[in-house]
C-alpha cells in the first residue's frame, strides 16, 4: 500500500537558523497537504498543493511539490519560538479522498 | 471555519467494556475521518466516510466500527476495549470548496482513551 515518509524525524534549530523537512511517497500522488500540530493540539492545516513542480510560499514558509508528484518540502526562513511543533505532510492518491500521513517530522526552536 | 466536536475528551475504562466516542460537525462537509496517534507518532487512518451510509476501513487495521447515519455524526465503537486500543484518536471532516481549491481536513480536540 501506499506509504510516505519524512525526514528528518526530529530537527533541533537555534532561533533564527532555516530548516527544511521532506517528504517522499511510494507512488504518485494526486495532491499533497501539509498539517501543523503543536504539542498536545491537533493538526492544522497549512497549504495543498495540487500541480507538478508547484511552489507557494507563506510569509516565511516555501512549500514545494516535486515534478513527479511524488515528494514534497517544506521550507522555513529564519525560524521562530512559534515554530515549535510536528509538521506533517499527507498525499492523497488517484481515485480515493483519503490521506495518507507522513511519519511527521519534530521541530524544536532554541532561543 | 469548520466547527468540529468529540466527547469525551478523556477516557479511562476497564478491560471489555464497551465503548463509543463521539464525533459532530456543524459544517455539512461530507467526508469524515477517524485516525488513531499514539504520543509523538504519525496518524493512521482506521475509518473514512465519504457521505451517509458510506464508511470504508482505512490502511490501519482497527477492531472498532463506524457509522454514518447522519451527515454531521460520525461515531466510533470499540466492543471490547482492550489496554492495546490505549491510544489518542482524532476525528476530522473535510469537504472540496471550489472558491478556495482545496479540500483541508478540520480536526477535532481528539479523545484520548486509556484501557486498564
Known amino acids: 500500500g501506499q506509504q510516505v515518509m519524512q525526514i528528518p524525524q526530529y530537527q533541533h534549530v537555534q532561533e533564527g537558523e532555516d530548516f527544511t523537512t521532506y517528504c517522499n511517497s511510494s507512488?504518485?500522488?494526486?495532491?499533497i497537504q501539509w498539517y501543523k500540530q503543536r504539542p498536545g493540539g491537533h493538526p492544522v492545516f497549512l497549504i495543498q498543493?495540487?500541480?507538478?513542480?508547484e511552489v507557494k510560499k507563506q510569509k516565511r514558509l516555501t512549500f514545494q511539490f516535486g515534478e513527479a508528484k511524488k515528494n514534497s518540502s517544506l521550507h522555513i526562513t529564519a525560524t521562530q519560538t512559534t515554530d515549535v511543533g510536528t509538521y506533517f505532510c499527507a498525499g492523497r492518491g488517484s481515485g480515493t479522498y483519503k490521506y495518507i500521513f507522513g511519519t511527521g517530522t519534530r521541530l524544536k526552536v532554541l532561543a | 471555519e469548520a466547527d468540529i466536536y468529540q466527547t469525551p475528551r478523556y477516557l479511562v475504562i476497564g478491560t471489555g467494556k464497551k465503548i463509543t466516542l463521539e464525533c459532530s460537525q456543524t459544517?455539512?462537509?461530507?467526508?469524515m475521518y477517524w485516525y488513531q496517534q499514539d504520543p509523538g507518532m504519525e496518524l493512521h487512518l482506521i475509518h473514512y466516510s465519504y457521505g451517509v451510509n458510506s464508511t470504508e476501513k482505512g490502511d490501519l487495521s482497527s477492531e472498532s466500527t463506524v457509522s454514518r447515519i447522519r451527515t454531521e455524526h460520525f461515531p466510533l465503537t470499540l466492543e471490547s476495549a482492550r489496554p492495546s486500543h490505549t491510544s489518542q484518536y482524532l476525528c476530522a471532516s473535510s469537504e472540496y470548496t471550489r472558491s478556495r481549491g482545496r479540500n483541508e481536513q478540520f480536526f477535532g480536540p481528539g479523545t484520548r482513551l486509556t484501557v486498564l
Open positions: 498543493l495540487v500541480k507538478s513542480g
Open positions: 507512488t504518485t500522488l494526486s495532491n
Open positions: 459544517m455539512g462537509h461530507d467526508k
